[in-house]
């Protein structure tokens, strides 16, 4: 479990194809050991690997065919940055809010706009997630946390303050960039319990 707050942009330092699956190694901007231990659950980029193989500032991931084909980590190249989140404990602070790093589908920036400080970026969505997303709700965008100010049937806008422009990789979007989406899981949930309603 994550909360959506980054907490490091990292670097992709290599990426060894093995078979169908790749493994990344993703260099840290501190010393891992301490963050992470071996099997541990890591955010990259709003996707939740396992980490491995630890050493200094520098852990392996392994991302299957599936991870590869539905998330925008498939088209990772060495040098790309990432944004990186160590699971949840449970004594930390909830930040931002329930995030499981389990991508419900790929996003693309329509469209930013600077405003004084901020900028607002428009989001196309599959119109599949789109039913998931209201003003003032919460969406997980490459893993980060939002808050959503308009959503509609196949696109949602958020607002960026300039920390987040600053220490998260969204800073670097140009649109036709895709990205990673989670909605929220309180949303998901709660149309499975509406429409069990329904049936009985």
Not at 120 to 134: D, E, G, H, I, S
């Amino acid at each position: 479990m994550f909360t959506g707050i980054v907490t490091a942009r990292g670097r992709v330092l290599e990426r060894q194809a093995r078979g169908a699956d790749a493994r990344l190694r993703i260099q840290w901007p501190e010393p891992v050991p301490g963050l992470l231990n071996p099997g541990d659950s890591v955010a990259v980029g709003g996707v939740c690997l396992t980490a491995l193989e630890i050493s200094d500032q520098v852990f392996s991931a392994d991302l299957s065919a599936e991870t590869l084909e539905c998330t925008s980590l498939g088209r990772l190249r060495v040098g790309d940055p990432v944004n990186l989140e160590p699971a949840l404990k449970a004594s930390d602070r909830l930040g931002g809010h329930f995030v499981t790093g389990h991508v419900d589908g790929l996003g693309r920036l329509e469209s930013r706009v600077a405003g004084d400080g901020s900028e607002v970026l428009v989001f196309a969505v599959p119109k599949a997630l789109a039913r998931y997303l209201a003003p003032k709700g919460s969406v997980t965008v490459d893993g980060v946390s939002l808050t959503v100010n308009r959503a509609g049937d196949e696109s949602f806008e958020v607002t960026l303050i300039p920390h987040t422009l600053e220490v998260t990789t969204l800073g670097d979007l140009v649109p036709g960039d895709e990205v990673n989406l989670e909605v929220d899981l309180l949303a998901r949930y709660l149309e499975r319990l509406l429409q069990a309603r329904r049936e009985n």
